[in-house]
């Protein structure tokens, strides 16, 4: 594609639900980043992707966090029993090498009610 | 752990004036450094990506210069527009840490026509 696209751009959930953001990358693009983004305040990592794997999930908050890219293309985030300071942008950022230019996606908007 | 910092949080200009942000960095042992700027409620769109051999990158009226030595860079923008209001945030990798970029909390730029 064109660009980094992520979906959807805005979820809203209930505490304690579980949910599932998705990214799809720029096409060829073997790096995938995972940041989380609060208002305000610049992007914080989360996890990196190179290929298939999770190569850095230094970033992950607890254990209800968890990221797959089975293919090496579209990742998806993932996260368990929701809670309200899960709330934020979640921002998907891929590049052609780990050392390059990152391209963002617009982000997915979570709220947890 | 790297610590970005952004100087000024917000700034605002008339018209055509040349403005300099500013991005410091605790950790000079760093790949590379980039500028990134993000308009409300969307994602980031790279400006310039300095490599850490590199002491400057120009892009039309922009121009980032890195001096790793002393952790500063600073983002030069001529004759500045209304259209370039938006937050902006710079980002390092650095060396040691696995893949992790770290992003200061940007300054807020606000061009008055």
């Known amino acids: 594609g064109a660009g980094v696209s992520q979906t959807p751009s805005n979820k809203v959930t209930e505490k304690g639900k579980y949910v599932e953001l998705r990214c799809d990358p720029i096409?060829?693009?073997?790096?995938l980043y995972w940041y989380r983004q609060s208002l305000g305040q610049g992007p914080e990592f989360l996890i990196y992707?190179?290929?298939?794997?999770?190569?850095?999930d230094s970033g992950l908050p607890n254990d209800r966090f968890f990221a797959v890219r089975p293919e090496g293309s579209v990742s998806t985030l993932k996260i368990q029993r929701t809670e309200r300071g899960d709330s934020a942008v979640y921002l998907c950022a891929s590049s052609s090498l780990p050392t390059d230019t990152q391209y963002f996606g617009p982000g997915t908007r979570l709220t947890v009610l | 752990k790297q610590e970005v910092t952004q100087i000024p949080a917000a700034l605002s200009v008339p018209e055509g004036e040349n403005l300099v942000l500013n991005c410091s960095f605790t950790d000079s042992a760093i790949y590379n450094l980039q500028w990134f700027r993000q308009d409300p409620g969307k994602g980031l769109t790279s400006l310039l990506l300095?490599?850490?051999?590199?002491r400057e990158q120009t892009s039309g009226r922009l121009n980032a210069s890195l001096d790793k030595s002393s952790g500063r860079s600073t983002l030069y923008i001529a004759a500045s527009q209304p259209g370039d209001s938006a937050t902006y945030l710079c980002?390092?990798?650095?060396?040691?840490?696995?893949?992790?970029?770290?992003f200061g909390t940007g300054t807020s730029l606000t061009v008055i026509p």
């Open positions: 300095i490599q850490s051999s590199q």
């Open positions: 096409s060829g693009h073997t790096a």
């Open positions: 980002a390092v990798r650095p060396i040691n840490t696995g893949n992790q970029f770290y």
């Open positions: 992707f190179q290929g298939t794997g999770a190569a850095d």
